[in-house]
T-cell receptor, first 115, second 116 residues
Framework: DADVTQTPRNRITKTGKRIMLECSQT?????MYWYRQDPGLGLRLIYYSFDVKDINKGEISDGYSVSRQAQAKFSLSLESAIPNQTALYFC??????????????FGEGSRLTVL | AQSVTQLDSQVPVFEEAPVELRCNYS??????LFWYVQYPNQGLQLLLK??????LVKGINGFEAEFNKSQTSFHLRKPSVHISDTAEYFCAVSKRVTGGGNKLTFGTGTQLKVEL
């Protein structure tokens, strides 16, 4: 089984719908991240969390919210999806050392299409 | 200002040929540098990293990269590529930010396509 698991792997939805992407990890890491990948733009940070009580906005948080339900679970929500949120979303984790050095462990991605 | 620049969006190369994927960064402070690889339909995985010490770092699958502080570059190289190296490669920079902690910024990626 993967250390970082994302569900769903693929989702097609309509404009205005609420969508939740879930991430769970078995690595025991405190730090969790949500990134968005768009062709030609690389990965951009949406939100990150250093522990259950800590949530921080990344560079593109507008239109998204997150919930850290437990150390191992970090979900990303789109309250009212719009077409320009069509992208590949990645969850990642790191321990304290990784947060400093930049070594992240990624899930396999959730492909979201908003029609 | 862009922190990480990968000028080549696509690099085609024949199998067994050498390859270099270019990465330049902009920073006036010390940074940590990384290359991540993304195989088709998979997440990213760490290929190699430069934290300190020797400027030539070796990673998995025969890849290596050289940190050049004067040219602010961290180019990725492999002397002989294989079909299985076909993937997208991301350069990333981690640097300290105001308020503490480090921020990891990714480049836009380079698609390496290895052909027979």
């Amino acid at each position: 089984d993967a250390d970082v698991t994302q569900t769903p792997r693929n989702r097609i939805t309509k404009t205005g719908k609420r969508i939740m992407l879930e991430c769970s990890q078995t690595k025991g890491h405190d730090r969790m991240y949500w990134y968005r990948q768009d062709p030609g733009l690389g990965l951009r940070l949406i939100y990150y969390s250093f522990d259950v009580k800590d949530i921080n906005k990344g560079e593109i948080s507008d239109g998204y919210s997150v919930s850290r339900q437990a150390q191992a679970k970090f979900s990303l929500s789109l309250e009212s999806a719009i077409p320009n949120q069509t992208a590949l979303y990645f969850c990642a984790t790191s321990d304290l050392g990784g947060q400093i050095t930049g070594e992240l462990f990624f899930g396999e991605g959730s492909r979201l299409t908003v029609l | 200002a862009q922190s990480v620049t990968q000028l080549d969006s696509q690099v085609p190369v024949f199998e067994e040929a050498p390859v270099e994927l270019r990465c330049n960064y902009s920073s006036s402070v010390s940074v940590y540098l990384f290359w991540y690889v993304q195989y088709p339909n998979q997440g990213l995985q760490l290929l190699l990293k430069y934290l300190s010490g020797s400027t030539l770092v070796k990673g998995i699958n025969g890849f290596e990269a050289e940190f050049n502080k004067s040219q602010t570059s961290f180019h990725l190289r492999k002397p002989s590529v294989h079909i299985s190296d076909t993937a997208e490669y991301f350069c990333a920079v981690s640097k300290r930010v105001t308020g503490g902690g480090n921020k990891l910024t990714f480049g836009t990626g380079t698609q390496l396509k290895v052909e027979l």
